[in-house]
């Protein structure tokens, strides 16, 4: 400015006042260009120095400049910085965070809940209608009445007739006995009370003693109504006494017994209406009430039958149909309990985290470790670690998760970590039998093929693979074991099998791969505690994979190839432990 300042001193103003003018322009465009140049260059994207990009999918990934996810290929956003707070157990998001992370909350509340749950199951015969009928005499079959399994008999109707040698001297002495019958009353009661164990009826009886003719066969008759499910014998067959002839079922009662998981034990009762359906008669429901739940489980489908009695008068249902069951629970079980949203849970194998809101300042969230109780529809119930009021986040809980691992905070992940750890660290070596660890092997191969297969999203080899891991472990489950190793494979085993059963009767890829997410945590513990292989195996996860609640899975390497999502998102996860 002071050089601008002497030119005009030395220069007549009139006659320069075009190139002064020029000179004035050109300094305000030029002349504060250090200053300009330094602005633009501190920040070239016009954002505050407070922003980073990262991916709306995986918020881990963090960069200083717009590129791509390197899990799975999405363009980065930018997004500020969030300010920390200095509780270990808390993580803030700027509002603009929470924007992007596309977070919500839902308030804990005590609300009436009600729960349709689904079941399986078939229709049997009333094992109290079953009946064999026996010959109780020792001879011929001289005429057999029923023709054929399924044949129809009334009541007191004559299914067979048996020669006896036996049969015609009781019946003389009988006879005998009746000439004697006012002077020897025992002998006649005794030879009366004999053909009467036979079967013989008071009517035939007495057409013997009035008669005085012998009969040369006894007949066998229906002590019911009903269907011949089995034929014993046939005509001409010698016969023992006691031994079968032919078995009655009487079918205008039945059974319908579904197949329950412990899991969904909680809310039946006896006494409780189930409406079912069956596909042989489409459009009709049916209605009946639980009348015997088993005390038992089943050792090997790990399921307790649940049984109901219905009317079958008109033969419209028929033993071994498929029945599907609708139960309706609005009973004090499903009410009044404190409810969130299933969306709310992380998962750490055996606990149940959600971020709570903080009550005066909703940028804040406390990770929290809950207890929970079984599920109401899109609910689970809250058995301890929440209060009515609260607020909790249903969605985006695992974005909020992984900015608190960013702030080096309590999260889903540290405490999946640590427990690993602790895992390998408490591990005492392998006591177990030879046969077990080739066992154990065996298993682990038919893991990694299923993995594998699932990778490539092939339905029919991941359906073989499928069916060779469950053969596999079912072989594992029964082998003579310590007390240590019994736990660990029971640990987990219902709704292990749930899953396993669940994925037998289908060939859908899906499906498949929910039962792999299902297996995961289970074989981590038999790898960290059996594995003596030379190579490592990773641990890996995918925060997207099940409806973005995330799932792990175990690899032989350490490239993520991602058994959930295939060729569409195959690189899509991080490595969460090395096992050596």
């Known amino acids: 400015m002071k050089k601008f300042i002497d030119i005009l001193k030395s220069l007549k103003f009139t006659s320069l006042l075009p190139v002064i003018f020029g000179l004035f322009l050109g300094w305000l465009i030029f002349g504060g260009s250090d200053e300009a140049s330094h602005q633009h260059n501190g920040n070239s994207s016009g954002l505050s120095d407070a922003v980073i990009y990262t991916c709306s999918m995986h918020p881990q990934i963090r960069q200083d400049g717009p590129g791509k996810c390197p899990l799975c290929g999405m363009d980065l956003i930018p997004v500020s910085v969030d300010e920390q707070v200095e509780d270990d157990f808390s993580v803030k998001m700027s509002a603009s965070a929470r924007s992007i992370a596309e977070i919500q909350t839902s308030k804990v509340s005590r609300i009436p809940q009600s729960k349709q749950l689904s079941l399986n199951g078939k229709v049997r ?7 064999e009928v026996a010959s109780r005499i020792g001879g011929r079959i001289e005429s057999l009445r029923v023709n054929y399994t399924g044949q129809l008999v009334g009541k007191g109707s004559v299914l067979a007739e048996v020669y006896s040698p036996e049969l015609i ?17 025992e002998i006649y009661s005794a030879a009366r009370e004999k053909l009467l164990l036979w079967g013989f009826s008071e009517r035939q009886l007495n057409a013997i003693e009035s008669s005085g003719e012998v009969k040369n066969t006894m007949e066998i008759l229906a002590p019911f109504g009903g269907t011949v499910t089995k034929r014993e014998v046939s005509k001409g067959d010698y016969v023992k006494e006691g031994m079968p002839i032919v078995q009655l079922i009487n079918l205008s009662k039945l059974w319908v017994v579904f197949d329950v998981y412990e899991s969904d034990l909680f809310w039946l009762k006896k006494g409780q209406k189930v409406d079912f359906t069956v596909k042989s008669n489409p459009g009709k429901v049916y209605q009946s009430q639980i009348s015997f739940i088993d005390p038992v489980v089943n050792p090997k489908t790990r399921v307790i039958g649940v049984r ?3 009317n079958n008068s008109d033969g419209s249902l028929k033993p071994e149909m498929l029945v599907q069951g609708i139960v309706n629970v609005s009973d004090a079980k499903a009410k009044n309990e404190i409810v969130i949203p299933k969306s709310a849970v992380l998962w750490t194998g055996d606990k149940a985290i959600v971020y ?30 929440l209060e009515e009021g609260e607020s909790v986040a249903s969605y985006g809980v695992f974005k909020i998760d992984a900015a608190a691992q960013l702030q080096g905070k309590k999260s889903m992940m540290s405490a999946t970590k640590s427990k690993i750890t602790t895992s390998n660290n408490e591990k005492q070596g392998n006591a177990e039998s030879e046969s077990f660890q080739a066992a154990y092997h065996r298993y682990m191969d038919a893991y990694f093929g299923l993995k594998q297969e ?69 074989t981590l513990k038999l790898t960290s505690q059996f594995n003596d292989a030379k190579n490592p195996i990773y641990y890996q996860f995918c925060p997207m994979a099940e409806g973005n609640k995330g799932a ?29």
């Not at 015969?125 to 009946?131: A, M, T, V």
């Not at 019946?171 to 006995?177: C, G, R, S, T």
């Not at 990770?367 to 529809?377: A, K, S, W």
């Not at 053969?471 to 396993?500: D, F, H, I, P, Q």
């Open 125 to 131: 015969p009333d094992e109290r209608l079953i009946q």
């Open 169 to 185: 001297s009781a019946q003389q002495e009988l006879i005998y006995a009746t000439k004697l019958k006012a002077k020897q009353p």
């Open 308 to 310: 109901l009695e219905i």
């Open 356 to 385: 709570v809101v903080d009550d005066q300042d909703e940028s804040i969230f406390y990770y929290r470790e809950i207890v929970l109780g079984p599920e109401v529809n899109d609910f689970f119930v809250v058995k301890t670690g």
């Open 454 to 522: 699932l990778v490539a999203g092939e339905v029919d080899k991941s359906n073989k693979s499928f069916t060779d891991l469950k053969k596999n472990l079912a072989e594992l489950m029964k082998m003579e074991v310590s007390a240590t190793t019994r736990l660990l494979l029971s640990e987990g085993e219902t709704e292990r099998s749930k899953a396993l059963n669940a994925i037998s009767a289908s060939s859908n890829l899906k499906e498949m791969r929910s039962g792999l997410a299902e297996l995961a945590a289970f």
């Open 552 to 580: 792990y899975w175990l690899s032989t390497v350490k490239e993520i190839r991602n058994p959930y999502f295939g060729e569409a998102m195959l690189t899509c996860g991080e490595t969460i432990k090395q096992i050596d």
